[in-house]
């Protein structure tokens, strides 16, 4: 039998599903890591130490007992800033989520825990339906407020296309989700002036229409493709382009930098593979001149 290239990546394929439903997939799915950047960004003037985390899904598949522990391990860290990346939620909403936001309300930052909505937030107002969501409400937009209002009260100020100067040199700016929201990037950054710039964004295909550059953007969403196998990467990443944008430094408009996390919780099924969950430890220093 000819071995072709297409039977290869089919029994390659089948070989790693096996092995996540084997219980591999799902001891990796729980198990995360810190991973560490150093880099340069323009317009700060004294060093600063960010935290990103993404992707939490609390509701179908994590809960408080997981947060808890990536709390512990942000604190830990000692942030000067606590950032996050939207799809906080992932499950109906009639309720407020109360183990979660006592477990963000332990976030201790300086400058705050600023963070945006992604698109299974989206599904948690009830923008749309689904398994873990039931039907689309027509309140979608008084619930999107009123779990505003209960993450403010937590700590935590949701950026909806709009930013803050949560330092003198340093601006962070949040966008709506690309695909449920309004985004709008020149908003969320107006009144940046001189300052440093900060993005948080859910999705990174808006990187290649940027409408200006800026100093960083930090996005999630990709889950690293959740699932890699050895030699092909993730078999399936939710974007329109593909691999570009599935995980770690990349490039947007007007050669602005990017991270896209590999984020922490879990989508669609609860397995890993060769994708450890991550917080993100960002170690900004002045630009040099």
């Not at 873990?132 to 009123?146: H, L, M, T």
């Not at 505003?148 to 700590?155: D, E, K, L, R």
């Not at 200006?212 to 699932?227: D, E, K, Y």
Request: net charge positive; glycine share 14%.
């Amino acid at each position: 039998m000819t071995v072709t290239r297409r039977l290869f990546l089919r029994t390659l394929a089948g070989g790693a599903a096996a092995l996540v439903a084997g219980g591999a997939g799902a001891a990796q799915a729980y198990r995360f890591g810190v991973t560490r950047h150093a880099r340069t960004l323009p317009g700060l003037r004294a060093p600063l130490r960010a935290v990103f985390l993404t992707d939490l899904h609390y509701g179908l598949f994590i809960g408080a007992g997981s947060v808890a522990a990536w709390v512990d391990a942000t604190n830990d860290l000692r942030p000067d800033l606590v950032l996050l990346g939207g799809d906080q939620l992932d499950a109906r909403m009639d309720d407020l989520p109360g183990p979660l936001l006592r477990e963000l309300g332990r976030l201790r930052a300086p400058l705050g825990v600023l963070g945006v909505w992604g698109n299974h937030d989206y599904g948690s107002f009830g923008r749309y339906g689904g398994r873990q969501y039931g039907a689309p409400r027509a309140d979608w937009a008084a619930k999107r407020a009123e779990l505003t209002a209960a993450f403010s009260g937590a700590g935590v100020t949701i950026l909806r296309d709009e930013g803050r100067a949560v330092r003198g040199d340093l601006w962070v700016g949040g966008t709506d989700d690309l695909w449920f929201g309004k985004l709008d990037v020149t908003a969320a950054l107006a009144g940046a002036q001189e300052r440093a710039t900060l993005l948080v964004t859910h999705n990174p295909d808006l990187l290649p229409d940027l409408p200006r550059p800026v100093g960083l953007v930090l996005c999630g969403h990709t889950h690293g493709g959740q699932v890699r196998l050895p030699l092909i990467g993730a078999p399936v990443v939710p974007s329109a382009f593909g691999q570009r944008y599935a995980m770690g430094w990349v490039q947007g408009q007007h050669a602005t930098p990017a991270y896209v996390s590999r984020g922490l919780g879990l989508s669609g099924l609860p397995v890993r593979n060769l994708c450890e969950p991550e917080i993100t430890l960002l170690q900004l220093s002045p630009a040099a001149g």
